[in-house]
T-cell receptor
Framework: QKEVEQDPGPLSVPEGAIVSLNCTYSNSAFQYFMWYRQYSRKGPELLMYTYSSGNKEDGRFTAQVDKSSKYISLFIRDSQPSDSATYLCAMSQGNQGGKLIFGQGTELSVKP | GAVVSQHPSWVICKSGTSVKIECRSLDFQATTMFWYRQFPKQSLMLMATSNEGSKATYEQGVEKDKFLINHASLTLSTLTVTSAHPEDSSFYIC????????????FGPGTRLTVT
C-alpha cells in the first residue's frame, strides 16, 4: 500500500463547476500538507500549504485537512479552462530532511 | 518570491557523454535542495536531497556515481548525469526549501533530457 493515495483521474468538468480533489494517507505522522499544480512539461507550482487539521482558503482554492480520517481535499470554485492541469498532493512529517511524499497526481480537464 | 530556475530547459546528448543541469534559487538562500525525476504520466520520484556544503543523500536505488550532485553554494545545486544512456532520458526537476521550519518546496521549471 502506498503511503499517499490519489485518484489519477482523468477528471473532466464543465467551466464554472466546483472541483473536489482528494488524497488519503496512511502515516499518522504527517503534519504538513501541500497541493501543487503541474502543467504539462513544467515544474510543479505550490498552491496551498497547511499545517495540521483545518481549512485554508486562498481565492478560488480551499484546502481541507482531516487528520482523524487521514484525508485531505482541495476545492476549486468557479473552475476555468486554465485550471486544466495535474494536481499533486504532498505531505511531510516535518523531519527526514524535509522530504515530501507525493500522491500520484489527478489530471483535471475543465471544458469551456 | 521563492523563484527557482533550472538550466538548460532541454538537452539532447549522445550515449556515453555527461550532462550537467543547474538549479538556482533566485531570490532566497536554499539550505536544502532536492532533485526529482519524472516519467510521463507519473508522479515525482525523489532522487536525492542536497544540503549546502555537505554530501547529498541519495534515495534507495539511485546510483550516486551516476548522478553526481554538488550543492556548492546557498543558491546553486548541480546534477551531473555521467555516462548517460537512453534509459536516463527523463524530465529532471529540482526544488528548494526556503528555510528550516517550513516544509513546502518550490520547484524549478524542469529539464528534459534526451539521450540518443
Amino acid at each position: 500500500q502506498k503511503e499517499v493515495e490519489q485518484d489519477p483521474g482523468p477528471l473532466s468538468v464543465p467551466e464554472g463547476a466546483i472541483v473536489s480533489l482528494n488524497c488519503t494517507y496512511s502515516n499518522s505522522a504527517f503534519q504538513y500538507f501541500m497541493w501543487y499544480r503541474q502543467y504539462s512539461r513544467k515544474g510543479p507550482e505550490l498552491l496551498m500549504y497547511t499545517y495540521s487539521s483545518g481549512n485554508k482558503e486562498d481565492g478560488r482554492f480551499t484546502a481541507q485537512v482531516d487528520k482523524s480520517s487521514k484525508y485531505i481535499s482541495l476545492f476549486i470554485r468557479d473552475s476555468q479552462p486554465s485550471d486544466s492541469a495535474t494536481y499533486l498532493c504532498a505531505m511531510s512529517q516535518g523531519n527526514q530532511g524535509g522530504k515530501l511524499i507525493f500522491g500520484q497526481g489527478t489530471e483535471l480537464s475543465v471544458k469551456p | 518570491g521563492a523563484v527557482v530556475s533550472q538550466h538548460p530547459s532541454w538537452v539532447i546528448c549522445k550515449s556515453g557523454t555527461s550532462v550537467k543541469i543547474e538549479c538556482r534559487s533566485l531570490d532566497f538562500q536554499a539550505t536544502t535542495m532536492f532533485w526529482y525525476r519524472q516519467f510521463p504520466k507519473q508522479s515525482l520520484m525523489l532522487m536525492a536531497t542536497s544540503n549546502e556544503g555537505s554530501k547529498a543523500t541519495y534515495e534507495q536505488g539511485v546510483e550516486k556515481d551516476k548522478f553526481l550532485i554538488n550543492h556548492a553554494s546557498l543558491t546553486l545545486s548541480t546534477l551531473t548525469v555521467t555516462s548517460a544512456h537512453p534509459e536516463d532520458s527523463s524530465f529532471y526537476i529540482c526544488s528548494a526549501r526556503v528555510r528550516t521550519g517550513r516544509y513546502e518546496q518550490y520547484f524549478g521549471p524542469g529539464t528534459r533530457l534526451t539521450v540518443t
